[in-house]
């Protein structure tokens, strides 16, 4: 193994190991080009990515959104949710969810605890089409049961988010006014963070439907309606809700109705031990359920 | 370690043009080093379109998405008639989107000459009202809820209730039976049958009994 | 049209090379050519699901959002702890030194690497934008992210598995010997992190908690001694290269550590269940009991508990059965044991759902079904990992260099062979490189006389064959394959 600087010389052929060794330094050159071409092949057969991404961009919101000066959070009220769904189908609508029942931004749940203390929760497609009386409450159960409550879900948009961290390629954040997002563009869909969330608020867009910017195959999540709340709007499903169970607001702002509703009831999080700090507080939930 | 030190002694450069090499090439090394990254800095870009490393711009990207849900002061402004019936009746809480589903691009496009409710749009299902109305145990005892079965069925909710004042006008009971009765008097007789409203279909005498209650005894 | 191939001038014509393999097909015994055909048909549906399964966002995997890692995560969670269960069992070997591990030391690289392209390319099937995940990992780096860390830790450990699999396929043993070092460091990392990766997760409770990892570890020291046994055996029973010191040796060695890690295996398996049962957290309870006694329960007690830990255990002990064919038995039994328990591990995670996820109530238990794309991905994996390794065990060399059989990372440096003698091959000399049994310059720090006894580190004899260790000599012949 002469590995002097000899090689060189007229009449020295080069060892046959520095030749293997010159050719693995070769192909290691030739690999970050090739890479970048496969990206760009992957893209091209796949239909989607950036590309696509930069083309669904629409005009900008309003220019002067300041994102350091708003906290968004909700506080639900169950004791006054009617469990009609509307906000279930606003969202579906306003943020091109795809239409399998099984996935949605959003959805509401039907808490029956019964006397023995048993707590039983249903969701008929995420409730909504409401929940049918006959199948979800039937009269001949109405004496075993103690209370019965609607409980909408959401994103809760978390101030300590276990699905921010845990992504490889730090796809998701959350910004500073309190909305955690999906960079569409680098998510590469393993789903570490949909078992990471505690609450069930993450999934895979499906094969046939898109994201709201037309990317497949990544993980798509509630926003708050980013793009209605920064125009001064409220979320969909605040605004379609006919109970005011729904209230959203501005944390920052101490007349906006969340921030009353927070300070005139008792509110509680789902999960608080986990330590996630969510954004949305419930009032008048009774138990801990999933 | 004074393994390696021996080694790295038989490596040493023993001449000074190995250490002007030896110079040249550490220098080479953080030059390759500096291009590398300043070529990390801009291949990034292109590689992963605007975003690069700043999820400043991925949050305006979603920030931009098109409402599709417009307000009820948006609908206010054609649907005047509609809007004043709805405004501050119990149904207030109610928004019209709610009912009738998105329409923003509508409030948009809709052309100005045409009256509005001209078009079929956004009209909601008849079933609609029984998703919020139908009595349930879990819904707020305060809220306005019945017993669907018992609830004059078979007719429409609309035959009695305007959609957006919420207000319902009870049908009268009719004390006897319309068959016999001239036809024009069925519908056109004055003070104890109510005017036809829109929509109201054709029916024969069991129907109507549905919502026109024949009294019985003692009611 | 010619190449040059180390010392070799290969022909390149399409004919002739295919008639060349029509010639070594025509030698090849019925047995062998059954299991060619087996292994193809296998590869041919793993080709078949992974076209289809490609196209991002493709519905042809049975996930959803309640249940989303699935068996394309357990077969490359199985094949990744694997692949570092390898590089540990041959690291007592090849850094350690142990006399009696070193045997047959090609195919622990070869297997461990071949055992992470499988893996590689498992979770390329499973990704949606697997390219992606290159470009993200490197530009968009997450270090608080255990998934990150464990793409680097198995990144790098590809790149010291590829120096090590040439070295030794080279002759280089010095950069062998540290090749190996840095891949045994990287394979206590990597499925370390791999478990991390699960058991960091809050909302999973099954998972969650500082016991995974370790348990991650004992399992990929299980699977790796078992792919060892099974191919030791095989070495031995057709008498392919090396088969010399199977018997004696190897065979013994992997029985050793397959009775002692299935022990602590089985005492990590006993009292991860025993903790959940008595566990308050939500949630937890109920993940034990879906594996006692629920949707998991015939895997758990037949396939992962029986065959997988109570048959072979017996195997073991009972004289009868320690035989190479006893141990074969074994070794297969926990290969698929430890599938088993990898895929328990994966859905007892997911199946008790904490929340209702995106309206989707599951009660009692979430709900998963493998479909057939995921099942011929899986089935393709084993296929391609049999076909390369037996491609690469009947056409490349897989002798035994006299060079290494004496020489370790942190043992025997003073043999012939040794830690010293490559490092003064690396480096050019200013004198001429003598016979082995020159003293070397006087500049060296050891003294000469310390010289590490060549009799093994663990005492052999109630284990090995009566024929003592051959004494590593310095009259060993300069080897064959030498360039």
Redesign the interface.
């Known amino acids: 193994m002469s590995q002097t600087g000899r090689a060189g010389s007229p009449g020295q052929v080069a060892s046959p190991a520095a030749l293997s060794r010159r050719r693995v330094l070769q192909l290691g050159a030739a690999a970050l080009p090739a890479l970048c071409g496969a990206r760009l092949l992957a893209d091209a057969l796949t239909g989607s990515g950036v590309e696509t991404a930069r083309a669904a961009d629409t005009t900008a919101p309003a220019d002067a959104y300041d994102p350091s000066a708003h906290s968004w959070a909700f506080a639900i009220d169950t004791t006054t949710c009617i469990g009609c769904g509307r906000c279930v189908e606003a969202c579906k609508l306003e943020n091109h969810v795809p239409e399998e029942p099984e996935m949605n931004r959003t959805w509401v749940e039907l808490h029956v605890i019964d006397q023995d203390g048993t707590v039983r929760v249903s969701s008929p497609d995420g409730g909504i089409h409401g929940f049918p009386t006959e199948e979800t409450m039937p009269a001949d159960d109405a004496a075993n049961v103690r209370d019965a409550y609607f409980v909408p879900r959401t994103c809760m948009q978390c101030e300590n988010p276990p699905c921010t961290w845990v992504c490889p390629v730090s796809a998701t954040f959350r910004t500073e006014d309190g909305i955690v997002f999906v960079d569409e563009g680098r998510c590469i869909g393993c789903g570490y963070c949909i078992v990471a969330c505690p609450y069930g608020a993450r999934y895979i867009v499906p094969a046939g439907e898109t994201t709201p910017k037309g990317v497949a195959g990544v993980v798509d999540k509630c926003t708050f309606c980013y793009h209605r709340i920064t125009r001064g709007q409220l979320p969909a499903c605040a605004e379609v809700c006919p109970a005011n169970a729904r209230i959203f607001g501005d944390l920052r702002d101490a007349a906006s109705p969340v921030s009353v509703a927070l300070n005139e009831n008792r509110v509680r999080v789902m999960k608080p031990a986990l330590g996630t700090r969510p954004q949305v507080w419930y009032i008048g939930l009774e138990e801990e359920v999933i | 370690m ?2 390696l030190r ?2 790295l ?3 040493r450069p023993t001449s000074r043009t190995g250490v002007v090499r030896a110079f040249l090439a550490g220098v080479g090394l953080f030059a390759v080093l500096v291009v590398g990254l300043v070529g ?1 800095a801009v ?2 870009p292109w ?5 690069g ?1 700043h ?2 711009e ?12 417009a ?1 009820t002061a948006v609908c206010q402004r054609c649907h005047e008639p509609q809007y004043a019936a709805w405004d501050g009746e119990r ?1 207030a ?3 019209c ?2 009912c009738h ?2 329409l923003a691009e509508h409030a948009a496009t809709a052309p100005v000459e045409a009256p509005a409710g001209s078009l079929s749009i956004g009209t909601p299902d008849e079933g609609l009202c ?3 109305h ?7 005892a305060a ?1 306005a ?1 019945v017993d669907l079965a018992e609830h004059y069925a078979g007719g429409r909710c609309l035959n009695c209730h305007d959609s957006h004042s919420a207000d319902a006008v009870r049908p009268p009971e009719i004390p006897h039976s319309l068959a016999r009765l001239p036809e024009c008097v069925t519908c056109h007789a004055p003070a104890g049958l109510k005017p036809v409203p829109d929509g109201h279909v054709e029916s024969s005498d069991a129907a109507c009994q549905g919502c026109h209650k024949r009294p019985t005894a003692g009611q | 049209m010619t190449a040059q191939v180390a010392d070799r001038r290969l022909t390149l014509d399409p004919r002739a090379a295919v008639r060349a393999v029509a010639r070594d097909v025509a030698t090849m015994s019925r047995a062998l050519k059954a299991w060619l055909v087996f292994l193809l048909v296998l590869c041919a549906t793993g080709a078949v699901g992974a076209v289809l399964a490609l196209p991002a966002g493709w519905e042809v995997l049975g996930t959803s959002p309640s249940f989303e890692w699935g068996i394309l995560i357990t077969a490359y969670v199985f094949f990744a702890i694997t692949t570092s269960g390898l590089c540990l069992a041959s690291s007592l070997g090849t850094v350690f030194g142990i006399e009696m591990f070193l045997p047959l030391e090609k195919r622990h690289a070869v297997l461990a690497l071949l055992s992470l392209i499988t893996a590689f390319g498992i979770i390329a099937l499973d990704l949606h934008y697997p390219i992606s995940m290159v470009f993200g990992a490197v530009f968009s780096p997450s270090p608080l992210s255990p998934m990150w860390w464990m793409g680097v830790f198995y990144g790098i450990y590809l790149v010291f598995l590829g120096i090590e699999v040439w070295s030794i396929f080279s002759n280089h043993w010095g950069i062998h010997r540290y090749a190996c070092m840095l891949s045994s460091i990287t394979a206590i990392l990597a499925p370390t992190t791999l478990g991390a990766v699960f058991a960091v997760l809050g909302a999973r409770p099954y998972w969650h908690g500082a016991f995974t990892p370790p348990a991650m570890m004992t399992m990929a020291f299980l699977s790796g001694t078992a792919l060892l046994g099974i191919v030791f055996c095989l070495v031995h029973r057709y008498r392919l290269a090396g088969y010399e010191r199977a018997l004696t040796l190897a065979i013994p060695a992997i029985r050793l550590l397959m009775t002692i890690t299935l022990v602590v295996a089985g005492l990590v398996v006993a009292w991860q269940i025993l903790w959940g049962m008595y566990g308050v957290i939500p949630g937890l309870a109920d993940a034990n009991r879906a594996i006692f006694a629920g949707p998991l329960a015939l895997w758990f007690w037949v396939v992962r508990v029986g065959a997988g830990l109570v048959i072979p255990l017996l195997l073991l002990l009972i004289p009868r059965t320690r035989t190479p064919e006893g141990l074969f038995a074994t070794c297969c039994l926990v290969f698929l044991g430890i599938f088993a328990d990898r895929a328990i591990f994966v859905s007892a995670g997911q199946i008790v759902p904490g929340t209702a996820v995106g309206g989707v109530v599951s009660d009692p238990f979430a709900e998963y079904v493998p479909t057939l794309v995921e099942a011929a991905v899986v089935l393709g994996a084993f296929g391609f990992f049999g076909l390369a390794y037996t491609l690469v065990e009947r056409y490349a060399p897989m002798g035994e260099h006299t060079g290494h059989l004496a020489g370790a990372f942190l043992g025997s440096t003073e043999q012939p062979g040794g830690t010293r003698e490559a490092l003064s091959n690396l480096v050019p000399a200013p004198e001429p490189v003598g016979p082995p049994e020159t003293v070397l310059a006087p500049e060296t720090v050891l003294a000469p006389e310390t010289v590490l006894a060549p009799e093994p580190v663990l005492a052999p004899e109630p284990v090995l064959a009566p024929e003592p260790v051959p004494p590593a000599t310095p009259s060993l012949d300069p080897v064959e394959d030498a360039p």
């Open positions: 004074t393994r021996a080694a002694a038989r490596r990390v291949v990034v590689v992963y379109g605007e975003y490393f999820p400043e991925n949050a305006r990207s979603w920030a931009a998405l098109t409402p599709q849900y307000d149904h809480s109610v928004a989107e709610s589903g998105p029984a998703i919020c139908e009595q349930s145990p879990a819904k707020p809220f809820q």
